[in-house]
């Protein structure tokens, strides 16, 4: 082991290694670092190693360009770019919709090359998102266009990756243990992103979230590498969205704002990489993803309401959609964790178990759109995690109150142990009272028998339960109990 | 004028139409739009006219990595890259620093070629950029490092640009009305920007300041294409630094938050572009570049003063090399204003006029430094700007009273026109009391005779002046009436 720090050196290594202990040093930890010529701290090189924590974050965010009407803009951003063949990806839905016929216009008028795809699935599987790769690998585009939610978004991200890897199967890429999560070394072609609703921030991310039907469960790509070169940002594109869906993907903003900002801190992640092609992107909270995050809790629980209430609002609508991409940009740094870890269960056993329909959605399935699985358990969640930061979860509730018109001058006098219960009750509220979401598991079906179901199928979520502060090891009992602690206070409220 | 809009349309064409009037109906104003299946609002298609005024904005940051010690992962960054030989900026100072030396043991550690060029000139000019650009020219460079300050990274940039553009002269891509204003349309090869201030920011904009001695004015080159790859903010680098250039680097900071805050609104500027690509890189104030100037603002007034007092304060130089990335965020989107257009001549003439010498600068000549001319008109300046938003320098005012610890409750009830002066004050007691700088431009040896040469050296920053609320047409009487009122009130506080 090459060290020259002395003893009370306050260098992060030494910190490091203090709490290592003797242990570090006989394993001989590979950290390398030397005092500078100033005599000052000395630079921690990031070696490899299980034991070490993380010591660095990094923002890597999607430009974005926001403005009523900019969708016109992208057939000259094509043009700029000098693109021969662009891949355009949309759904079934959206390809009829303005949106997509105001991109295909501009792209028609800067004479732009192009085929669309359009049988992008809602909630896409592994199944789907073969098939867009295949049809993708078998043109010859050099850059991408997405059209439509994050559903959309995130296939035009996978058919952008595996066009570069023409050999490389999912699971390459795929987060393990599901996938090999080999790191995506290659850069990728560009990717323009135009999100129809205002919520899962895809945008501005390097994720794409598909189900997988061989293991039966929620996995993804994460990678920095796949995150789209812009986001046009049209507020004139959520005319067409209905109330139930503004409200559903503003929960979903809700939520990326409150996990994110409230995950680990990212000094708390291990291990360090060796590589900073290795830090992944989900790195815990940070201080610039905070401030992201902050920001768009704020605006969500100012301007939903007024969306759910009036969906012709135009400046609420503008401004969701700015939360939207900015609460991307805070989970995209920082992560999310139990509301989105517990959701896939929620909506995975819906079909069996609850057998819940959403009021506003026109399908003939059962069906908790993601936004309302996810927010289910929000009271529950930050009642648990309030511990791991009282400070942070008044700042929350503070939030809550002050938008409710509450008189929030004695939050600062409310104990340490008694604001989980606040927040508890500032989320349900805002949920039940303000919004008119379902009371809790029970009244969307769930009874009682299914809370392990409902445990069983959480703790595979391991990329997000890994950012919960205090779960614990889900693997073992301590996590598990925690989880059930969280969906029995989630059942009724 | 293909328009199908009816009379009463609220889409934002019709709205500037009915501002513009027959008189652009005639001139044939060439906006088309047409109203979408659904029978909403239409979308505005982007079309050339220098009467019509911008309605959209783009956010284009650099990625950024922070963490005590990153500065070791670049040469991994470099092979990630597949970088075959890299140009390394820095100066003669910094060449010999710690930063530099762990940037250079990085590159080799990764096995990674570079060249040094270490002949980058603080506060550059046309020539020391020309030489630069000649340098890099010669060599094979796939990629760039730069180390130092601003005038480091900025010289990186033109070295890159430049390099792109083998024949190409300065003034291609040199704003107008010095140079010619050319958009940058190629990509160019990626930079990776470590600095060692908190202060410019540059390591997250795509711009490049210089003084240009064949007119001897201040001018620059701003482009998205220029913007770093990466910006890497490593608290470890800024421990060399003398507390002087600590105080002056964080001015800049402060008043990069205070000028692009205050900017004009987006929808403020003309013309509207009628390709993306000629969408300047300062746009005016938005609603993405107010978080990161107000953050940013916050985090400067609250740590630039521990900075000052105690350089080891290790939290307080972290969060100040925040600072100054969010304000580069913030003005590399909207712009900065009055403060910085008047700095330039207060900094030229300074040699033959008010001969100043700052202290804590080891130099033998005359120097106001860049932070130092900048905050010198800072009280007057936004005393100036207040009438344009009162609620804005409202919030500025508590931000500075919050922190003195001052009461506030009293800031929503001043009247508008009394704001102005409320700013002034806390201003001038932030710089003089708290910081400890001169008390005006007569402090530092400008008299009565000099103001009618510096607002003669002001008007031609048409660039940042026509972000200023207020200032009116610069060429003309009131512009120049405006500038005298302001470098007036400016000469002693």
Known sequence: MRMSHSGGCPCHNCQSLKQLGNSAARAGLGLIGKHNAQGGRSYATPVDSALTKEYAFELAASNVRYGEGVTNEVGMDFANLGAKKVG????????????????????????????????????????SFGEAID????????????????????????????????????????????????PVGKKLSPLIAVPTTAGTGSETTGTSIYDDTKTQSKTGIASRAMRPLLGIIDPLNTETCPVSVHVSAGLDVLFHSLESYTAIPYTERSPRPSNPLARPAYQGSNPISDVFSMWALKQTVKYLPRVAKDPTDMEAR??????????????????????????YPISGLNKTRAKYKHAGYQVDHPIVPHGVSVALTGPAVFEFTAPS??????????????????DTSAIARIPDG?????????????????LGMPRGLKSIGYKDDDIAALVKGTIPQRRVLDLAPGIGDVQGADGAQHLTQVIERSMAY
């Open 318 to 343: 503008g401004q969701m959609l700015l939360a939207a991409t900015f609460a991307g940009v805070g989970f995209g740094t920082a992560g999310v964790h139990l509301c989105h870890g517990i959701s």
């Open 389 to 406: 930061s009282p400070s942070r979860h008044r700042e929350i509730a503070q939030v809550f109150m002050s938008e409710a018109g509450e």
């Open 135 to 182: 049809f993708a690998r078998k043109q010859q585009f050099d850059s991408f266009l997405a059209v439509g939610g994050g559903s959309v978004m995130d296939t035009a991200k996978v058919a952008n990756l595996f066009t570069a890897y023409p050999d490389a199967d999912l699971y390459e890429f795929t987060n393990a243990p599901i996938g090999r999560g080999t």
């Open 88 to 127: 355009v990806f949309t759904d079934s839905t959206v390809r009829d919709l303005t949106p997509m016929k105001q991109a295909i216009a501009a792209l028609d008028t800067a004479g732009v090359k192009y085929e669309i795809y359009d049988r992008t699935r809602v909630e896409p599987t592994d199944v």
């Open 418 to 434: 008694e604001i989980g219960q606040v927040v508890y009750d500032c989320i349900a509220k805002f949920l039940v009272g303000t």
